[in-house]
């Protein structure tokens, strides 16, 4: 076996030490608000083909058409008051699957279910570069379903959380990359969706920023909201999630506690971009076979439950436990917590 290198603790160890004291938790018993199961997305692609005799013209080389996998058989659950990572490699299907869940691409096969329809930031909200920012948030807020009278109630939350300051009133084509992803995602998380997927913004913030968001999504939590973060910071994950799912060639390698995860997948990355191939590959077969294994006992547990006659669908490692200790998951929420049952999730691409 080829693990043998011990990964280091530094700094940021006893820093995401201090963050995951301060998460929150959820019961075990949390309501679902997604199922994915057996999930597979294949693009048909174009590819140039160098090997073979030029093209007509001579110029450019033949192409051929090449099936792409992007998402290969994902399948699980999660829960309200679960905070969600997704990390992995560039090109490991993390997007794709973001987009499947959200129902804006439907998948080659398999099913996603939903509790309601997710919001995915940045691509929900369809905001207009010719309009101020502050055009913006009611437009954004009135495409995520608010009533008029709700875009106006939220818009000093959403200029707070994005701190766009005067900047709010300028049209948006002048914002940075940054300045635009903040005001999406104040937009996105004022409208308190259910379910709220984001895709990389968080990376464009500074450290205060950063901070905000995190207060905001755990309010978010507590409401019974399920948040996913796509991110390439495995650091970032494992600061502010509470589960993560590492992908890799459009596989679940390990889903589990997010430190854990975030851990095993920094150091796996680390040897990758060291050159020491063997070690990764080494680490990526263990986590491959703590993922089987865990899934395995998952199955195991769900038909022992069900012989019982009480089949729970939740694994104890994967408990949620995200929302706050001590509170009461979904108590300002009036259609969450027990009026979300398996019973009423959906196809998140519907009406
Ligand atoms: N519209 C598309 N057409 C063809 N191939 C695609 C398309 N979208 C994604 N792919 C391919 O699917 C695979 C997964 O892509 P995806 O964007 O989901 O990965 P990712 O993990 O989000 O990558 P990154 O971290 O670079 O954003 C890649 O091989 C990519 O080239």
Not at 47 to 63: A, E, F, M, N, Y
Not at 230 to 240: D, S
Not at 251 to 276: M, P, S, T
Request: glycine content about 8%; overall charge neutral.
């Amino acid at each position: 076996m080829a693990t043998s290198s011990v990964e280091p603790r530094d700094g940021a160890d006893a820093e995401a030490e201090n963050a995951q004291a301060s998460r929150w938790t959820a019961p075990e018993s949390s309501p679902l608000t997604v199922a994915a199961h057996d999930l597979r997305v294949r693009y048909n692609v174009n590819r140039t083909d160098h090997s073979r005799k030029r093209g007509l013209i001579g110029l450019t080389p033949r192409t051929q058409r090449v099936s792409v996998g992007a998402v290969r058989g994902v399948s699980f659950e999660a829960r309200s008051g679960e905070f969600i990572g997704i990390i992995g490699r560039n090109g490991s299907g993390k997007s794709t699957l973001l987009r499947v869940l959200a129902g804006l691409e439907a998948p080659n096969s398999g099913t996603v279910l939903t509790s309601a329809k997710p919001v995915l930031l940045g691509v929900s909200a369809a905001l207009l570069p010719d309009l101020t920012g502050a055009q913006n948030v009611r437009l954004g807020a009135l495409a995520m379903g608010l009533s008029p009278q709700q875009a106006d109630d939220i818009f000093e939350d959403v200029v707070e959380l994005s701190a766009l300051g005067d900047a709010i009133d300028l049209p948006m084509r002048t914002y940075s990359s940054g300045m635009g992803a903040r005001l999406k995602f104040a937009i996105s998380l004022a409208a308190d969706p259910e379910i709220l997927m984001i895709d990389e913004a968080l990376s464009t913030g500074d450290a205060s920023f950063m901070e905000r968001s995190r207060r905001a999504m755990d309010d978010l939590l507590e409401r019974a909201g399920t948040v996913f973060l796509v991110n390439h910071a495995a650091q970032t994950i494992e600061n502010m999630c509470s589960r993560a799912i590492w992908m890799e060639r459009g596989h679940v390698v390990l889903d589990g506690d997010a430190v854990e995860v975030a851990r095993k997948y920094r150091w796996f990355a680390h040897n990758l971009a060291q050159g020491n191939t063997s070690v990764a590959n080494g680490l990526l077969m263990d986590a491959r076979r703590e993922g089987r294994d865990a899934q395995e006992r998952d199955a195991q547990e769900d038909l022992t439950g069900f012989h019982r006659g009480q089949r729970t669908t939740t694994h104890p490692r994967r408990a949620p436990r995200h929302i706050r200790r001590g509170k009461d998951p979904g108590s300002n929420r009036a259609d969450s917590a027990e009026a979300k049952t398996s019973n009423n999730l959906h196809d998140p691409s519907g009406p």
